[in-house]
């Protein structure tokens, strides 16, 4: 059986989902965009992934890591795999990637309920807050500074001690910590939505000081950049095609 997509696509193979049995799956596509992008193809690949359930945010990357970042939510992995190679043949080169899950922490316990689906089926972008990053974070298992060996209930102490520092700046940060044991290299991504470019700043150096993360914590490379519309972003970041003023 097979099921036939529009705009010119070979018809591929139905397959059934591939879901978590809670949340979200989650994909961070950071991708080069070189001469041959056709942008009518990448607004395309991300209007297809909406039309069907998903959620899709994209950025304009600053620095030279890549140009163009894409984070997409869909229940489906296979769904998000579809992007990615829509993505592909529209002319994005993929320079890197991260493929996490939404989820509930084990220190979440007792969490209202509103907050808890907050976590596992998030709206996103929030309105309003424009600057953007992600880095992937593992906690430490060197000798003397091994998480995973401290009790549950020091461990429970130290990321409510984290977690206070990170309320404080409620209405300016929001953050997104997504699982990936066992799915990427790292254990979590945290992707965070800010207000100002200097709230990214300082948000993640005033947490660096919290013990669960100075004592325990390893970073990944981080992304930055600003959210918008994905047509604006592209119609931006291709020069030859809109004047910057």
């Not at 992934?49 to 990357?61: F, K, L, M, S, W």
């Not at 890197?96 to 596992?120: F, H, I």
């Not at 990936?180 to 965070?192: A, K, N, R």
């Amino acid at each position: 059986m097979s099921d036939y997509h529009p705009g010119g696509e070979q018809p591929v193979e139905a397959l059934p989902p591939v879901e978590p049995s809670v949340g979200l799956g989650v994909v961070h596509l950071f991708g080069k965009l070189g001469p041959a992008v056709d942008p009518t193809a990448v607004q395309e690949a991300v209007e297809r992934i909406r039309a069907g359930g998903g959620q899709v945010v994209a950025v304009a990357v600053l620095g030279h890591k890549a140009d163009l970042g894409i984070m997409a939510l869909h229940p489906d992995l296979w769904q998000l795999r579809d992007l990615q190679t829509r993505l592909g043949r529209a002319g994005v080169e993929i320079v890197d990637s991260y493929v996490s899950l939404t989820e509930l922490s084990e220190y979440a316990a007792g969490l209202p309920e509103e907050a808890q689906q907050a976590r596992l089926h998030p709206q996103l972008p929030p309105q309003g807050k424009p600057a953007w990053c992600f880095y992937p974070m593992s906690k430490r298992r060197n000798p003397g500074q091994n998480w995973y060996e401290l009790p549950f209930d020091r461990r429970r102490e130290l990321m409510y001690e984290h977690g206070a520092t990170g309320r404080k700046f409620s209405g300016r940060v929001l953050q997104l910590i997504t699982g990936s044991t066992g799915i990427d290299d790292y254990e979590w991504g945290v992707t965070l939505f800010c207000c100002h470019p200097d709230d990214l700043k300082e948000v993640v150096y005033k947490m660096r000081y919290d013990e669960a993360s100075a004592q325990y914590a390893e970073f990944g490379s981080f992304y930055a950049g600003m959210v918008a519309p994905i047509d604006i972003i592209l119609r931006r970041l291709s020069s030859d095609r809109v004047e910057i003023k």
